[in-house]
């Protein structure tokens, strides 16, 4: 789920970059993007996509030894965190024997194959080509649409990211068709 | 909220609409409502930059993808209209922006993908029947 929250920020100026008001303000707003968009994701709020309205900006307080001027900054942003039993829609990104990955933004949902009931394993010649189906003629493959309920969230603090798992198991759940498919058939494979 | 420090932490659940507490004041936004954002963000940093990819991060990027595909409506008028209906049957924000991305297109299909709906009786059949089909005439008209 995509949600819109209040952060606040410590953000530096350096020396070379301050100048009269509005050209220190540029600075330090060039500063929080940056640094907004290296923290990339986090445990709490997870992955950072942009910055929308500034809040709030301390008065600024120069560090001593450094000269650099320090602010807090409070701001809202956008960001995304998959939430444990969540529905969503994924692409389907590496479908493996073990079962298949999908993307959500910038995060990634792995789908075990004990979690999609009815499916069989069809290895393709290489990677790109390896497809799962079920009877009903439900194909995962590559690039294909798939809604999938969200069983579990972990942070991984070495990659700095949220790996979810997710199920296809239930109802509504597997893979969707996008309007202009050949095969759309007035909504959803079941 | 994610396992922390290894502790796995169970409160978190959509289908009881326990968020957990980082996004008790957050506002839920459905992709369309992202993808107007993003959409926006992206050709003012292109009027700004000669190189706009440099500008933009992954996650800026795979989200903006992310969202053009998978938004249902188009129009911003459409967007606001949906969003209007969903919050004037009281749904929560989270609520609001599931069935916004999902579509359900029947009652049971709405209960099945947003269960938290039916939970202490907030919302009978026939209400949950109406508001749908004020969904289906926006995307008709969009």
Same mark, same amino acid.
């Given at each position: 789920?995509?949600?819109?929250?209040?952060?606040?920020?410590?953000?530096?100026?350096?020396?070379?970059? !301050?100048?009269?008001?509005?050209?220190?303000?540029?600075?330090?707003?060039?500063? !929080?993007?940056?640094?907004?968009?290296?923290?990339?994701?986090?445990?709490?709020?997870?992955?950072?996509?942009?910055?929308?309205?500034?809040?709030?900006?301390?008065?600024?307080?120069?560090?001593?030894?450094?000269?650099?001027?320090?602010?807090?900054?409070?701001?809202?942003?956008?960001?995304?965190?998959?939430?444990?039993?969540?529905?969503?829609?994924?692409?389907?990104?590496?479908?493996?024997?073990?079962?298949?990955?999908?993307?959500?933004?910038?995060?990634?949902?792995?789908?075990?194959?004990?979690?999609?009931?009815?499916?069989?394993?069809?290895?393709?010649?290489?990677?790109?080509?390896?497809?799962?189906?079920?009877?009903?003629?439900?194909?995962?493959?590559?690039?294909?649409?798939?809604?999938?309920?969200?069983?579990?969230?972990?942070?991984?603090?070495?990659?700095?990211?949220?790996?979810?798992?997710?199920?296809?198991?239930?109802?509504?759940?597997?893979?969707?068709?996008?309007?202009?498919?050949?095969?759309?058939?007035?909504?959803?494979?079941? | 909220?994610?396992?922390?420090?290894?502790?796995?932490?169970?409160?978190?659940?959509?289908?009881?609409?326990?968020?957990?507490?980082?996004?008790?004041?957050?506002?839920?936004?459905?992709?369309?409502?992202?993808?107007?954002?993003?959409?926006?963000?992206?050709?003012?940093?292109?009027?700004?930059?000669?190189?706009?990819?440099?500008?933009?991060?992954?996650?800026?990027?795979?989200?903006?993808?992310?969202?053009?595909?998978?938004?249902?409506?188009?129009?911003?008028?459409?967007?606001?209209?949906?969003?209007?209906?969903?919050?004037?049957?009281?749904?929560?924000?989270?609520?609001?922006?599931?069935?916004?991305?999902?579509?359900?297109?029947?009652?049971?299909?709405?209960?099945? !993908?947003?269960?938290?709906?039916?939970?202490?009786?907030?919302?009978?059949?026939?209400?949950?029947?109406?508001?749908?089909?004020?969904?289906?005439?926006?995307?008709?008209?969009?």
């Amino acid at each position: 789920m995509f949600f819109e929250v209040e952060l606040r920020r410590l953000v530096v100026v350096e020396p070379q970059e !301050l100048g009269d008001e509005l050209h220190t303000r540029r600075a330090m707003i060039r500063r !929080l993007l940056k640094d907004f968009d290296a923290e990339r994701c986090s445990e709490e709020h997870g992955f950072h996509v942009t910055v929308t309205t500034l809040e709030d900006v301390s008065p600024g307080k120069i560090r001593s030894g450094t000269g650099s001027v320090i602010f807090w900054v409070t701001f809202k942003c956008i960001v995304f965190r998959p939430i444990r039993n969540e529905i969503l829609e994924a692409e389907v990104t590496d479908v493996l024997e073990r079962g298949f990955l999908a993307a959500c933004g910038a995060s990634r949902i792995f789908v075990p194959r004990k979690e999609m009931d009815g499916f069989e394993f069809r290895p393709g010649a290489s990677l790109e080509y390896n497809e799962w189906h079920d009877s009903s003629g439900s194909v995962i493959k590559p690039k294909s649409m798939a809604r999938l309920k969200v069983v579990g969230t972990r942070w991984e603090p070495k990659e700095r990211t949220i790996m979810a798992a997710g199920t296809l198991n239930g109802d509504l759940l597997g893979r969707v068709f996008e309007e202009g498919d050949p095969t759309f058939d007035n909504g959803f494979a079941i | 909220m994610a396992s922390r420090s290894g502790q796995p932490v169970e409160e978190e659940d959509a289908s009881e609409l326990k968020l957990g507490e980082d996004f008790v004041k957050a506002k839920c936004l459905m992709n369309a409502e992202v993808a107007l954002v993003l959409q926006r963000k992206y050709e003012q940093l292109q009027q700004l930059a000669d190189d706009p990819s440099s500008q933009i991060s992954q996650v800026f990027e795979r989200s903006l993808q992310y969202v053009r595909r998978f938004s249902r409506y188009q129009n911003p008028d459409a967007v606001k209209q949906v969003r209007e209906v969903l919050t004037r049957n009281q749904l929560h924000e989270f609520e609001v922006c599931v069935i916004g991305n999902l579509c359900p297109e029947t009652v049971e299909e709405a209960k099945a !993908l947003v269960p938290s709906i039916t939970k202490r009786g907030r919302m009978d059949e026939e209400k949950i029947e109406t508001m749908l089909t004020d969904l289906a005439t926006i995307k008709k008209f969009e």
